[in-house]
């Protein structure tokens, strides 16, 4: 529950900064919106990691709720931007609380993203300052006038690694945390192998500081025993090749589940419009892969790596199938519109399943789906010598495949910018 309670409070906080606050953002600073999507990307996690660590214990929480309670955070939100004057004032408010939940701190992590998304350092300064309060705000209005203590704030962020597991490994070391982070992101390079990052499954059990630092600890000093270990799928530290998984015979096949989307219609954001170098106009999700993809091939900073993939959130199969439903040609469309418009771009595919069923069929079900997407590419106009695509099967899963939604979120077909 408390995990349930902690993606839930990150998923209403992304979606509060996104759309047209974004975009109202992004001018308050002298952004684009990508570059400050970008941004408040690594922003928004690493400042719930943080205070997740502090509320864990009783000082922490009591020191977060004097922070809410003497600058009367409960009345102060992200639409006090469109107010006028009201980014200033929250930015004003936002800067001493900056200082006291990062400290020194707060340096090392504008460097990083200074580093690698490529805005000025004064620009972080001010999102940080104006999504810090708004952050405390909506935490201090989701437990109420009574329920402003320190058990129910600790209950309510739940554990740091919900959070962190969105946090880039580079931003991770500078939180202190870069052993475990580092851990989970770790790619070989001479293979295609990759994960986004570690799952949230992998530490929810929580109640102290220790008893989530101490696994994450001990993830860095052993990072290649729990390669072996599936339900953990971490990296090993030294390079492997490439391999088609062992036969894993099962009592009886089952069929994997379709390919759901990805992401609901409030992850996704409001729709924007977008204009392409070509003059083409699209109508696309402010959180949805088109943008992610956009932002990506339009910043200078950010190198084609084996690192950098984006799951497709609206395209769905037919069960045990590599046919796309028809409600998958939407998202497609764009993605070939992008890919006209930015010639130079090219794309490898990645196609996923849960581990349910026989592993051999899972690993040719998910190359036959990413085959497929790469193929409907192809229709689209694409060259198909720009594109790539490989199948990984069960592999590097994004979440618990215990779970019916953890399943359906590892069941997914992934992109990668492998030229611009």
Excluded: C
Excluded at 309 to 333: I, V
């Amino acid at each position: 529950m408390a995990s349930k309670m902690a993606a839930d409070l990150l998923g209403q906080i992304t979606n509060q900064f996104s759309g047209d606050s974004l975009n109202q953002i992004a001018s308050v600073v002298g952004e684009t919106p990508a570059t400050t999507q970008s941004t408040l990307s690594s922003l928004i996690p690493t400042i719930l990691g943080t205070l997740a660590s502090k509320a864990s214990s009783t000082n922490g929480a009591n020191n977060i709720l004097d922070l809410i309670r003497t600058n009367n955070l409960t009345s102060v939100n992200v639409e006090d931007i469109y107010r006028p004057g009201g980014a200033t004032n929250l930015a004003n408010t936002g800067r001493s609380l900056v200082d006291s939940l990062f400290g020194a701190k707060f340096n090392s992590i504008t460097d990083w993203i200074v580093s690698n998304v490529g805005v000025n350092r004064a620009s972080v300064n001010s999102l940080a300052s104006l999504v810090v309060p708004a952050i405390l705000g909506l935490i201090g209005r989701r437990l109420g006038g009574g329920g402003l203590n320190a058990s129910s704030l600790s209950n309510l962020l739940g554990s740091p690694t919900t959070y962190l597991q969105s946090v880039p490994a580079g931003l991770a070391s500078a939180l202190g945390l870069s052993g475990a982070t580092a851990g989970a992101r770790r790619v070989a390079d001479d293979t295609e192998r990759h994960v986004k990052a570690a799952p949230a499954y992998a530490a929810q059990k929580s109640g102290s500081v220790w008893k989530w630092l101490l696994p994450l600890l001990l993830v860095a000093g052993v990072i290649g025993l729990l390669a072996y270990l599936f339900s953990n799928r971490q990296q090993p530290s030294t390079p492997v090749t490439s391999q088609t998984p062992a036969r894993t015979e099962a009592p009886a096949p089952v069929a994997p589940a379709p390919v759901a989307p990805a992401s609901s219609s409030n992850e996704l954001g409001a729709f924007i419009d977008t204009k392409l170098p070509n003059g083409v106009s699209l109508h696309i999700p402010s959180n949805g892969v088109e943008n992610k993809l956009l932002a990506f091939i339009g910043d200078s900073t950010k190198p084609v790596d084996k690192t950098n993939w984006f799951s497709f959130d609206r395209l769905e199969f037919e069960t045990d199938s590599a046919k796309l439903k028809p409600s998958s040609q939407e998202q497609l469309a764009n993605v070939a519109a992008i890919l006209k418009a930015y010639p130079q771009v090219n794309l490898k595919i990645g196609g996923y399943t849960d581990n349910t069923g026989n592993q051999a069929h899972n690993l040719k079900l998910s190359q036959d789906r990413a085959t497929t997407t790469l193929n409907e590419l192809v229709k689209q106009g694409i060259a198909e010598s720009r594109l790539a695509a490989e199948g990984y099967g069960q592999e590097f899963p994004l979440a618990d495949n215990a779970t019916a939604e953890g399943r359906q979120r590892n069941r997914r077909i992934d992109i990668r910018v492998t030229q611009k």
